[in-house]
């Protein structure tokens, strides 16, 4: 089945410094990509979804690339702030009727002021 | 919109117990999701439905663990005889089924569990 990397594990950052976090993945016929925010005692927030015919997608300061040859997905934030501290998940989907989410190992991301 | 709510926020068990989780899906999602959150094996798929009905239960435990979905406003996920390891946070999720086949799914902001 679906396996997804995402590294790195841990990320500390400046005000105002980028932040990249990246995944891979197995399947070749993934369709769906997601990126999701968790803040402490909280669920996950949907930032950006993604499908396979896109290559880049930017949205308020964050931006999504997707490498379908090297099955390698990543978030960029640019100008980071201390707000964006939180641990970022991705998740990918083959899609089709009854697929689910299966989701990276988590990134905690710290952004210092 | 309130979006998915969880209840209880917080559960405490003893070993041996049971524990029943409920979700609110948002109003007019056909799909519920359930996950398990842990520190060591991250986010785990447990069990889905669409429409109430069950689609794909693969990552729920053979034992103690069962789900369901009486209506379209609520679904349950029981935990009979809780151990320790049962110890976690569980996320439900609700999806709107947007375009031909994504699932783009809506937590909620979980159930912690924790099994003396």
């Known amino acids: 089945g679906e396996q997804v990397e995402q590294r790195p594990p841990h990320l500390s950052v400046p005000e105002g410094d980028s932040a990249v976090i990246i995944c891979t993945y197995t399947?070749?016929?993934?369709?769906?990509f997601y990126w999701y925010k968790q803040e402490p005692g909280a669920g996950l927030q949907l930032l950006m979804s993604?499908?396979?015919?896109?290559d880049r997608k930017e949205e308020q300061g964050l931006t999504v690339l997707l490498n379908k040859k090297d099955k390698q997905l990543s978030l960029n934030l640019t100008a980071a702030h201390p707000g964006d501290s939180a641990v970022y998940f991705c998740?990918?989907?083959?899609?089709?009727?009854?697929?689910?989410?299966?989701f990276g190992t988590g990134t905690l991301l710290s952004v210092k002021p | 919109n309130a979006g998915v709510i969880q209840t209880p926020r917080h559960k405490v068990t003893g070993k041996g117990q049971e524990a029943t989780l409920w979700c609110e899906p948002i109003?007019?999602?056909?799909?519920v999701f359930w996950y398990r959150q842990t520190i060591v094996q991250g986010l785990e798929f447990l069990t889905y439905?669409?429409?109430?009905?069950?689609?794909?239960d693969s990552g729920m435990p053979k034992e103690r663990f069962s789900a369901q979905m009486p209506n379209q406003s609520h679904s349950t996920l029981k935990i009979q005889s809780t151990q320790p390891q049962d110890s976690a946070v569980y996320l439900c999720a609700s999806s709107p089924r947007l375009g031909a086949s994504a699932e783009t799914l809506y937590f909620g902001s979980g159930t912690r569990l924790t099994v003396l």
């Open positions: 109003s007019g999602h056909s799909a």
């Open positions: 993604v499908f396979s015919n896109v």
């Open positions: 399947d070749s016929a993934t369709a769906y």
């Open positions: 439905f669409r429409n109430q009905a069950p689609i794909d």
């Open positions: 998740a990918v989907s083959v899609g089709g009727s009854g697929n689910k989410l299966i």
